[in-house]
C-alpha cells in the first residue's frame, strides 16, 4: 500500500506543480517580455520488488522557459536597425519639410529674388521696382538666416537627445548587470538545477530595451551572466559591473555632444563606432543630413554672395557712382581642439567660391608637418604651399595661414561655410544705389566708311583707375588698329576680343582705314540695364563645384538629394518596420502565452490531477480492509 501511496503522492505533487506553472503562465500572459513556462516531467527511479522493478511516480525536475536564443537575436536586431532608420527618417523628414515647400521653400525664395532682378532689368529707372528688389534680397537673407537658425535649433535637440539617451543606456547598463547578481545566485541556490526563469525575462526585456537605443551584442558566461558589448566591442556589461556611458563635449565645440564609455579600464570615445538603435540613428542623421545641410545653405550663401557683389561692383548706380558689395556673409570658422598644447591659430579665407566643399577639416601639425584630412571620414586632402603669409595653404577653393606655435598632434577645424549665414546681410539699402546701368559705353563714331560694329562693353576690372575714361580705337588699315595711350598697333580679328583700360569689347565686320570706335564714361545712362541682366543671368552661371553647376542648379540639387534621402530613409525604416515585426512574432510563436493552449493545459492537468486523487482513495480503502482483517 505504501507504494501505491508513494506513487500517487508523487504525482499529486508534479500536477499540483503543473498547474501552478499553468496559473502563472496565464496570469503573465500580458506581461511584457515574459516568456512561457513548460514543466519538465520525469519518472522517478523505479523500486525491485518481488523481483520486479515497479514505477514509483513522477515528479517535476524542472521548470523551463519557452525561449529561443537565435529568434531573440534576431529580435533584437531587427528591432535596433528599425529605431535607428526610423529616427534618421524623421530627422531627415523635418529637413526636407524645411527647405522643400512650394512657397516658402528654398527654391521659392530663390526665385522671387530672380524675378525682382529682372523686374528692374525690365523698368532699371523705376524706383518701386528698385525697392523690390531690395526687400526681396532682405527676404532671401532672412529665410536664408531663418533656415539656418532652424537647423542649429535642430542640432541643439539633437544633442539634448543624445545626453538623454546616454543616461537611458546607462541606467539599462545597471539593470542588466543587478540581475546578473540575482540570476548567478538564483542558480546557486537550486545547484544549478533549476533557471530564475522570471529572472532571465526580466534581463532579456532589458537588453531587448537597450536594442531599441543602440546595437548590442551579448555574450554568455559559465555562470549564467550575460556581457553586453556596443560599438566596435567596448564592454557595456561584465558580469554584475556596468559600465557607464556619457555625452561629453566636442573638443572643438563645447555645445556639440558626442558619446564616451566610462568603466574601470577608463573612458573610450565610441562616437564613430556606435550604430543602430535610437542613438545610432541620431549620429547618423547628424552627420549625413544634418552637417551637411548646414554647410550647403552656407555654401549657397557664400556662391550667392560673392557673385552678386563681383558683379554689382561692375556696374553703376542711379547716382553715376560705380556699384559696392550687395550681399556680406560670415567668414571661416576656425577652432581650436581643446587639447592643444600650443598656442598656433590660422587664417582662413575664401578665395575661390567654385572650389569650396560641403565639408570641415581638420588641420594637424604632425613631426612632418601640418597635414588635412576632412572632418567627416578622415580622408586626406593634399595641400599646396607651406603656410605662410607669403606662402599660404591653398586648398578647395581656401587660403590657410598658420601662426603661432604649435605642438606634435595640435589641431585646428576648418568650417569654411557653416558660419557664412548668420551674419549675412543686404549691404545696399537706398534703391538708388543699385547697380544696374554699366558704367561703359561703345560706339562707332560717325562717319565710319566701313560696316564694322561694336559690341556694347563689359568690365573686367572694376577697379581700373582708366575705366570710365574716354579711349579711342581706331583702325590704321583695315587689319590694324591702335587704342588711344597705347603705341602698339594690333592686328584685327573680327570678333576677337580687345581688352584695355578694365573693359573688353569686340568689333565685328569690316573696317576701313580711319575708322573709329569710343569707349567711354555712361554716367548718363540711367535707363541702362545691362549689367541688371547680367546680375539675373548669374542665377544660371556655372560658378559652384568648380564651374559646373549654377546657383540655380545647386538649389536644386540640394534640395533634391534631401527630398531623395528622405524618401530612401522613410521607405527604409518602412521595410525595417516589417522585419522587426515579424522577428518578434517569430519569437512570440516560440514564448508567448497562447491561453487557448494554457486552458487546454489546465483541464488536462486538473483531470490528472483528480485522477491521482482517486488513487490515493484507493490506496486509503485498500489499507483500511488490510486493517479491519487483522483486527479480527
Known amino acids: 500500500m505504501a507504494d501505491l501511496l508513494n506513487t500517487s503522492i508523487s504525482g499529486l505533487l508534479a500536477f499540483q506543480r503543473a498547474l501552478d506553472v499553468t496559473s502563472h503562465n496565464i496570469t503573465n500572459a500580458n506581461t511584457p517580455g515574459y516568456s512561457r513556462q513548460l514543466p519538465d516531467f520525469q519518472t522517478r527511479t523505479p523500486q525491485f520488488l518481488g523481483g520486479n522493478w515497479v ?13 529561443d536564443n537565435f529568434l531573440s537575436s534576431q529580435a533584437r536586431s531587427a528591432s535596433s536597425a528599425f529605431n535607428q532608420s526610423n ?33 528692374v532689368a525690365d523698368s532699371p529707372n523705376s524706383v518701386a521696382a528698385r525697392q ?58 537550486s545547484g544549478g538545477r533549476q533557471a530564475p526563469n522570471d529572472l532571465l525575462d526580466q534581463r532579456d526585456r532589458l537588453i531587448d530595451q537597450l536594442a531599441t537605443h543602440v546595437n548590442v551584442s551579448v555574450v554568455q558566461t559559465d555562470d549564467n551572466q550575460l556581457n553586453v558589448f556596443i560599438g566596435n566591442g567596448q564592454p557595456l556589461v561584465v558580469g554584475s559591473d556596468p559600465a557607464k556611458v556619457v555625452a561629453t563635449s566636442d573638443p572643438y565645440d563645447p555645445t556639440r555632444k558626442r558619446l564616451a ?36 545653405i552656407g555654401k549657397i550663401s557664400v556662391a550667392l554672395a560673392d557673385v552678386m557683389n563681383q558683379q554689382h561692383n561692375a556696374g553703376m548706380d542711379l547716382n553715376g557712382n560705380m556699384g559696392g558689395d550687395f550681399f556680406s556673409v560670415g567668414d571661416v570658422v576656425v577652432r581650436s581642439h581643446a587639447n592643444n598644447t600650443g598656442n598656433a591659430s590660422a587664417t582662413v579665407t575664401r578665395t575661390d567660391t567654385g572650389a569650396l566643399t560641403n565639408t570641415d577639416y581638420i588641420l594637424t601639425n604632425t613631426a612632418g608637418g601640418w597635414s588635412l584630412r576632412r572632418a567627416d571620414n578622415g580622408a586626406a586632402v593634399p595641400m599646396t604651399g607651406t603656410g605662410t603669409a607669403g606662402d599660404p595653404f591653398v586648398v578647395d577653393g581656401m587660403s590657410i595661414v598658420v601662426s603661432g606655435t604649435a605642438g606634435v598632434g595640435d589641431s585646428l577645424k576648418i568650417m569654411p561655410t557653416s558660419g557664412a549665414v548668420s551674419p549675412m546681410r543686404v549691404l545696399i539699402t537706398d534703391p538708388s544705389e543699385i547697380a544696374a546701368a554699366a558704367p561703359i559705353r561703345a560706339q562707332a563714331t560717325a562717319g565710319n566708311q566701313g560696316n564694322a560694329t561694336i559690341s556694347a562693353g563689359e568690365v573686367l576690372n572694376p577697379t581700373n583707375p582708366a575705366l570710365r575714361t574716354a579711349a579711342t580705337i581706331t583702325f590704321t588699315s583695315a587689319t590694324t588698329y591702335t587704342v588711344s595711350g597705347d603705341p602698339t598697333v594690333y592686328t584685327y580679328t573680327a570678333g576677337s576680343n580687345i581688352d584695355a583700360n578694365g573693359w573688353r569689347v569686340q568689333i565685328n565686320g569690316t573696317p576701313q582705314a580711319g575708322d573709329s570706335f569710343t569707349v567711354g564714361d555712361n554716367s548718363n545712362g540711367t535707363g541702362d540695364n545691362r549689367n541688371m541682366l547680367l546680375l539675373a543671368g548669374l542665377m544660371n552661371e556655372p560658378v559652384m563645384d568648380n564651374g559646373t553647376t549654377s546657383l540655380s542648379q545647386g538649389i536644386g540639387k540640394f534640395v533634391g538629394d534631401i527630398g531623395v534621402k528622405t524618401n530612401q530613409a522613410q521607405v527604409t525604416a518602412a521595410a525595417q518596420k516589417v522585419v522587426a515585426e515579424e522577428a518578434e512574432a517569430s519569437m512570440q510563436s516560440v514564448s508567448g502565452v497562447n491561453l487557448d493552449e494554457e486552458a487546454a493545459n489546465l483541464l488536462r492537468f486538473q483531470q490528472a490531477y483528480m485522477a491521482i486523487s482517486q488513487m490515493i482513495r484507493v490506496a486509503d480503502s485498500c489499507f483500511q480492509s488490510v486493517l479491519d482483517a487483522t483486527r479480527g
Open 261 to 296: 564609455v566610462q568603466s574601470s579600464a577608463g573612458t573610450i570615445d565610441i562616437t564613430g563606432s556606435v550604430s543602430g538603435g535610437t542613438l545610432g540613428g541620431l549620429l547618423s542623421f547628424r552627420s549625413e543630413m544634418l552637417d551637411t545641410a548646414r554647410n550647403s
Open 55 to 67: 514505477g514509483a511516480g513522477a515528479n517535476v525536475a524542472a521548470v523551463n522557459r519557452a525561449y
Open 87 to 119: 529616427t534618421f527618417a524623421t530627422g531627415a523628414a523635418r529637413i526636407s519639410n524645411l527647405f522643400g515647400d512650394s512657397t516658402t521653400g528654398l527654391s521659392a525664395s530663390m526665385q522671387k529674388f530672380v524675378n525682382s532682378l529682372q523686374s
Open 132 to 189: 523690390t528688389m531690395l526687400s526681396e534680397a532682405q527676404s532671401l537673407v532672412e529665410r536664408l538666416k531663418s533656415y539656418d537658425a532652424s537647423l542649429k535649433s535642430l542640432d541643439s535637440q539633437v544633442n539634448a537627445s543624445i545626453s538623454t539617451e546616454a543616461d537611458t543606456i546607462s541606467s539599462l547598463a545597471r539593470g542588466i548587470a543587478d540581475l546578473n547578481k540575482q540570476i548567478a545566485t538564483g542558480y546557486a541556490q
